[in-house]
């Protein structure tokens, strides 16, 4: 054999040596989450096990340790822990391709699952190494559970309602009286207004009626809106206080606008009224307001008098009894 083919063994030998001695790259290791739903007889479960790394199987439910057959495991495991609530398991090799060897865990009672099975085998590039298996929620308890949600909620909810069925119940003038916004001596006073209103689509059915009880004044009125338009939503009313000459006493407040029906289809009229507060220290004289939707559409009236007009009584004429002709 000449010195060159001598050579080329020598380095075949070695690169074939050096390719045997690479280091195998690290499996991914995994850890998972086993369900066992209800009283079903869950389906076995695949647990991927590898001499270089642990497994370890965690139970929410106490097991048979005997129920683990350690004997069969023995010649393939140099590793295997059987604990009350844990499996600890770790192959002396990789398993072979052909072997998928099977393990079943019984449990000790209690939960609806009584027993998981796995199928052992080896993954080239992933591990187990923490699995956990739990047991579901039996139906029975999640809607328990649900329930006493579900009750939770409504002792809320009906707290919530409490201070508003007190307040239907005082409803109307004894509502008004009991709960101190009515004048105790003069009571609701009521005039009508003259002023007309400029009108955009809508229009008001009646005159406006002016209420007032202490400091609370209430403008009511009944608006149609038009059989043609369209249907009409009411935005906040904008109200502008006034004085004796015209001039605003303050910003334009926003105030909320009471209907019923909420939606005036076309051809349909509500009542509608806009409450607010009348300082006593410092009245208005009248008032600007605007009832409109977001299109613009509705009433305006540019001053609403809150004083009402003194009316002289008349008197019967002299030297003729008052009730004669």
């Known amino acids: 054999m000449s010195l060159l083919s001598s050579l080329a063994s020598v380095l075949v030998v070695l690169v074939g040596m050096a390719v045997q001695e690479q280091p195998r790259e690290a499996r991914r290791q995994k850890t998972r989450v086993i369900v066992l739903k209800g009283d079903e007889a869950p389906p076995a479960q695949v647990l991927r096990v590898a001499p270089d790394a642990a497994t370890l199987v965690m139970f929410d439910a106490p097991v048979v340790r005997e129920s683990v057959d350690t004997d069969a495991l023995s010649r393939l495991f140099n590793r295997i822990e059987v604990n009350e ?13 052909n072997t998928a060897p099977r393990l079943t865990v019984r449990f000790a009672g209690g939960p609806s699952a009584r027993q998981v099975e796995f199928v052992l085998t080896s993954h080239p590039d992933e591990v187990d190494t923490q699995v956990e298996v739990r047991h579901g929620e039996k139906p029975e308890i999640r809607l328990l559970a649900e329930l006493t949600e579900l009750r939770g909620r409504c002792a ?18 004894a509502g008004l009286f009991v709960s101190g916004e009515m004048d105790p001596e003069n009571g609701v006073q009521a005039h009508r207004l003259d002023e007309r209103a400029s009108e955009q689509g809508v229009m008001p059915a009646k005159r406006v009626t002016l209420f007032r009880t202490g400091d609370t004044v209430m403008v009511g009125m009944r608006m149609e809106n038009r059989s043609s338009g369209a249907p009409w939503v009411a935005g906040p009313a904008r109200l502008v206080r006034l004085d004796t000459r015209g001039e605003p006493l303050e910003e334009a407040r926003l105030l909320p606008v009471v209907m019923e029906p909420e939606r005036l289809a076309p051809g349909e009229s509500a009542r509608v009224a806009v409450q607010w507060e009348e300082p006593s220290e410092a009245p208005a004289s009248a008032v600007r307001l605007e009832v409109v939707d977001a299109d613009g559409r509705g009433l305006k009236w540019e001053r609403l008098e809150l004083r009402p007009p003194v009316v002289d009584v008349p008197h019967a004429p002299r030297g003729r009894k008052e009730g004669r002709p």
């Open 85 to 97: 609530r844990s499996l600890v398991l770790k192959p002396a090799a990789e398993l072979p391709a």
């Open 156 to 173: 809320a909810t009906e707290a919530g309602l409490a201070p508003l069925r007190a307040r239907c119940a005082r409803a109307g003038l």
